[in-house]
């Protein structure tokens, strides 16, 4: 058996309307949470490299860079907690 995977139909898959949308709420998910908790959080969403596959990236960052800021988030791991609001349960 031999695969074959071809790279403007994994490139046009990952590039979607409704792929990006999913990513977008799940990162919105991760950062409400997030927020929830304390801090304040942005989503970044935008596509990646083109090579292999063009894949498509989202990320949620804390806005705050003052030492204090990042000290708490390293030690009460807002982000880590938050992650599972962005899975789906079901």
Do not use: C
Not at 4 to 11: E, N, P, S
């Amino acid at each position: 058996m031999r695969i074959v995977f071809h790279d403007k139909a994994i490139k046009a898959i990952r590039h979607a309307p409704g792929v990006v949308r999913d990513l977008e709420r799940r990162a919105e998910a991760v950062k409400a949470d997030a927020e929830a908790q304390g801090g304040e959080y942005e989503v970044y969403s935008q596509r990646g490299k083109a090579k292999p596959w063009g894949r498509w990236r989202t990320s949620v960052t804390r806005v705050e860079i003052r030492s204090k800021g990042h000290h708490e988030s390293v030690t009460r791991g807002a982000l880590q907690k938050a992650l599972d609001a962005g899975r789906d349960n079901g």
